[in-house]
Structure formats: C-alpha cells, structure tokens
DNA sequence: GCAAAAGTGTTCCGGATACACCCATGC
DNA sequence: GCATGGGTGTATCCGGAACACTTTTGC
C-alpha cells in the first residue's frame, strides 16, 4: 500500500543491486569481485553492482549489471536477500537487493570492459570487502547449499560436457565433504537428468571417463522438485 | 555499489512493505485482508503494507506493520520476494518487498486499530486484490507449502496446546493432500519436537485426544535442518 | 605388471507406506 | 452395543550408505 509520504529532507532513498557470482574450477568455489574506483570504500574489493534505474525490474537490472562485467546472458540468476541495514552505506540511505549468479566460470572472458577490474577469489580466501559484502557472501554460499541439496543448481557452474567426477567434486565443494563415488553415481543417473556422450575425458585417467550432459527437458521438468540430490542432506542447515 | 546517481526528476522511487499474513481455523488457510481507503485503489481489499522509514530496516518496517494491524509481537515473519514490476502501482514507481507472516488466528483480535478495515478471507476464495497483490499471494502460498515440507513453520499457525488431529488437518491444508492417520503420528514424534500434556481435548471425540505442545528447545535446535515433514514430498514443487 | 582412476556389485539397515487392527467413551 | 475418532501394530518395499570388487589403459 502506497500511502501520500515523503522522506524527509535530505534522506534520499536508494535501491541497488549487488550480484554474488559464483564460478567453478578444479581448485574450488570462487567468487567474482570487482576493484572500487569510487568513494566510499574506492580501493576495496567488492561486489559487482549498480542502481536500479526507473524504466527497469530488479530482475532486468541484475541482468543488465551482470552482462556489463561478464558479457554472459544465459546466466543463473536467483533473488537472494535484501540488506537494508540504516548504515550499511555511510555516505547515503542505500538497501541492497541480492542477486546469486552461477556461471561457468570458463566461459567468462576477461576485459569484457575496461571500466572494471574484477578477479576471480576462491571462496575460502577471500580479501576484505566493502561494507556488508561479506555478510551477503556468506549468506549467498549458505543458500547454494542448500539449495543444490535439493534441486539441480549445480549443473550452471560446470560446462556443457563434465564427467561423473567432475560433477562430485563440485559437489564436495559445495557441502564441504567427500561423497561416496559409487552412490553418488547411481544417484545422480537415477536422476534421470543426464545424456552419456560416447567421448570420454582421458585427461584425469588412463582409462578416461564419459561425458555427460544434461538433458534440457528432463532439467526442466524436474528442477522445482525435490530431488535429494546429496546424501547426509539431514545435516544441511539454513542461515 | 552505489554510484553517484540521481533518478530523474520526477522519477521518485518508493520502496514499500507488504505482508502476506497466514491464519489457520478449521476451515483452512486464511489471509488477512485490508481495506483500502485511499487512492489508488480505494474501495479494493489488499495486503497490509507501508512504506519503508528513513531510520529502520526493512525486518523492521515489517514487524511495524504487522504490530499496527494485528497488535501481535511474537510473530513468524520472513522476507518472501520483492516484486518491482515497473506499473504495478499505477501512479508512483514503487517496488514492494513482500514478507510473509504465520499467526496464530486465535490471538488476533478484531479492531486493534480502527483506522484498518481488516479481515480474514479463505485461501480458495479471494476477492479482488489491489494491484499485484494476488500473486504475492499466491507466491507466499507456494513457499508456505516448499518451506513447511523441510521446516517446523505449520505449529506457528496453531495455538499452544494443539491435538495430533488438528496439527494433521493443518498439514493437509497446506499440502492439499490427506495424509495418513498412523504415519503423520509416527513422524512427528519421531522429529522429537512435541511434548505431550496430561489434557485432553473431548470436543472432538469421546475419547478424547492428548494436546501436545511445542519444545521450545528441539524447535530452535533443529529449525533450520532438514525435516522431512511430509509423505510424497517428492510431489511438492516451487515457484 | 602396476598404479590410478573409472565404474560395478552386494549387503545391510532404517524409514516411508499402506492398511488392518485395538481402545475408550458417550449415547 | 455401536458409532466415532484416537491410537497402535506390522508386513512390505525402497533407497541410502558402506565398502569391496572389477575394468581399462598408459607407462
């Protein structure tokens, strides 16, 4: 409900977008940030964001921030949080509307724009970070969690074509263990979510490993299901 | 990141509070309805909301909004979405985050405040609602039936002192399902969340059935796991 | 042949499900 | 005694979990 109101003199109000990034390779979890050039906190790490503009959602606007710094449009990209905290921004009243992305982390190209110098950090080494960033990080990685735990998010963070260990290990980064190769490969085929390719990965092995990819219709009509996608989901904890 | 920035003039963006709040009775799921008196929309029933003070959080905000409407303090609340569409209010740009509430239906008291026409209406059959405020609705009804699946949200929406049977109807509402009498029973005493009282509530049966209660202590302890809390989860699905 | 990773088999156990059955009581 | 909801028992089935085993191939 719109009431007649006004903020009072002086106390403009803004909303801006803060996009946590979440990319994958064999060494972990990373998270994309970008170098401040602008007061306040210029010189600290942060999370790519921006304003929301008037003739736009917040959807269309993360979108849009997202595609400035990596040039990617099929990207996953979920609402996450609003932080809202009166001083989280010392110089004007600013709530901050999250947004989780999961990219592929090999797709993106560097020096899409020159406007940002941004990094690639892996989630467990991260540097000190503007404002509330951190706090949104730290929520962000709990909501993948648990959100991977239960429908199939996982796949947005490796590329088309990855093998049965490929996707177990990101699993394992992901809950912070180690799964059982055997069950986890029943599980995830009884799934029903992948295709075997007849190529196999003879990089990490002699023997070499399939590829597999997933199958689009399958993903589709399973994603908003429950899945029970790892085991030990009993120990998965929320915020 | 905020970037110095201005919206044109004339381009006011207002960030507003809606709350979609949950009762529970005999006959089903309910959600408390206002009436507007103002412009846009005056004359349409819609969720309670308000807009966003200088010198609070958006949690708080909430809490402010639901304590004007209902007087309850104690109350479950929790950040559902913000919808940003660009016309969903007709005459200001404003973008509204929704929280959705659990009361117990029985502590509410009628006319708290005279300045709000308020009341209850059936999930299943709304009225007419303000702007966006039906798919809200229907979002929040989508979480509540995701969220109470995994977490012990369903006693928030019973009193104190409850039966097997009532607790039952109320996941049966939730779920549109029947579940199954012996099961239901097992599995929430299995959770270990339920102390049981020496009292019987006759009005049901001749019998009579035990009221049980919450553990204060099992409750907080295992909210934020994973709870199997229905049958057929496998069924339920999001968004 | 051996190491190393890929992939398969097998056993065990507990929980979900279905459904039949007793229990207590007011009329 | 009988109808009504409260509450218990139990056989079955399936999937998770642990872990041992076989396969393939480059060196």
């Not at 940002?116 to 970070?129: M, Q």
């Not at 263990?177 to 007849?198: C, H």
């Not at 399958?218 to 915020?239: A, C, D, G, M, R």
Request: aromatic share 12%; net charge neutral.
């Amino acid at each position: 409900m719109s009431e007649t109101y006004r903020y009072p003199h002086g106390d403009r109000l803004l909303v801006a977008i803060d996009c946590i990034i979440f990319g994958y390779d064999e060494t972990g979890l990373k998270v994309l940030l970008v170098k401040r050039h602008i007061e306040p906190g210029k010189g600290q790490w942060a999370l790519m964001g921006g304003l929301l503009n008037a003739q736009e959602t917040l959807d269309e606007a993360a979108r849009r921030i997202l595609i400035i710094l990596t040039g990617m449009h099929d990207v996953y990209l979920e609402e996450l949080k609003v932080f809202s905290e009166v001083d989280r921004d010392p110089v004007e009243r600013t709530i901050s509307v999250t947004y989780f992305a999961l990219i592929n982390i090999h797709n993106y190209e560097h020096q899409i724009s020159t406007d940002y110098e941004a990094r690639w950090f892996s989630i467990s080494h991260l540097p000190e970070l503007l404002f509330d960033h951190a706090h949104m990080i730290t929520y962000a990685k709990n909501k993948l969690k648990y959100k991977a735990a239960l429908h199939p998010i996982g796949f947005e963070l490796l590329p088309e074509k990855f093998t049965l260990t490929q996707l177990r290990n990101l699993y394992d980064s992901i809950f912070e263990t180690e799964l059982d190769k055997g069950n986890f490969r029943r599980m995830i085929l009884a799934s029903g979510l992948l295709i075997q390719l007849w190529e196999k990965d003879k990089s990490a092995s002699k023997k070499g490993a399939y590829f597999y990819q997933l199958d689009e219709k399958k993903y589709k009509e399973k994603f908003n299901s429950f899945l029970n996608l790892t085991p030990n989901s009993k120990t998965i904890s929320w915020q």
